[in-house]
DNA sequence: TTTATAAGTTTGACTACTCAAACTTATTTG
DNA sequence: CAAATAAGTTTGAGTAGTCAAACTTATAAA
């Protein structure tokens, strides 16, 4: 079994060649990401080349093997229901549940994690609209544009918001969205760098276009 | 903050001097708790009473410190309201959830097992009936003597099985023996070193003296 | 009271993970 | 294209945790 460290690299790697437009992830960004210098990250990816996890030509970027891919799926899929969880059964904070199950993705058996989905009335999706993987691996990771996308007077459904950050997750929900929601695109302005929505009338949030980018939704 | 393998040893000191007569750990059992070597369960005392959360006298027992003591109670209120959790709203089996626990346990913040207790209801005791420590670290740990103790036609309730060896549990839990259910002490036969309970109408188990010892009951 | 044995300690070596700093290769940019 | 800069690698060292095996001290038996 991979170890906890391992895991973590494995996850980060997965969610940075996903961002990234080559499909590889960077030594530099990798080791910001789990929180190591750059000789760190480059040391660690030599074991999980050895553990047949990454393929990683010298001086290049990292990709994740078959069986990589695998594993990122499987800790995606722990982290994502144990965020369920901790929202809708527990009532934690929106924004606190991120760091909670960074941790406790590394100790759910598999027996425990299907009880665990199967009380949660298996969901699709986590609290911030991020897919979860189904138990066999499979993931659709798009479903709507970035909000930035849309023009004016387009009437929207939030869906995914991209960004784990504790602050901007508060910011987004203190301005009332959350996925499900509904908003219409008030103003555009490519000057201003920014775009306002409506979210309940009389109510209208300004994003830049670079925060909009981060929030997916949805026609309708 | 106290590494996992330290909570680990923590505990198991904990245990292991309630258990013992003298109050003390021997270096042997508490490697033998942890799954290591006496070694290694040596060199890691040395850590522990330089963290100082132990005393240990040279070629002596192992006692622990009054924040030793606070941590142990710390990591066992953690484990023992996750195995609550984990039989009573995940239904997963009686004698399997103390190993999940053990990893459990040291992956949960202070916020979120206050949100799982009040979820819970606050439970006074575990699924086994040990007695969880209060958020203060106070607990109450003797309720109620072995089953070995009382005299024929005793009607007792079983309140704790001190034993966590799986086989034991499954075999307990498997005669219906599990905390709050009633019985009647209906033979106690010292030269066959065994005691016969009655559970039921027409539902009888025999046990030997050293496996009552670990089942304890209370009167009525 | 000696002696065998159990309990506890020490030593040397190993894996996993980490950093700082020097170094090499790739990529920009003037 | 050459120089500057960013990205990636290597080296040396350190902490946490572990084992096997040799060793020392305490305890129980003879
Ligand atoms: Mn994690
Ligand atoms: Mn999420
Ligand atoms: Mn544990
Ligand atoms: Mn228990």
Redesign the pocket.
Known sequence: MA????ENYIKAIYVLCRESPSGEA????LAHE??????????????LAKLKLVK?P????VTLTAIGKRVALDVLRRHRIIETFLVSTLNLDWSDVHEEAERLEHALSPRTLDRLDEFLGRPSTDPHGDPIPSASGKVLELRGKALSAYVKGTKVEIVRILDQDRSFLKFVAQSGLKPGVRVTIDAVSPQGDSITLQVKRGQSVTLSQNAAAKILARLQ
């Open positions: 170890t906890e460290t391992v960077g030594v530099v960004r789990v929180g190591v210098t750059k000789g760190t990250a480059t040391s660690m990816i030599k074991r990683a010298r001086y290049s970027g």
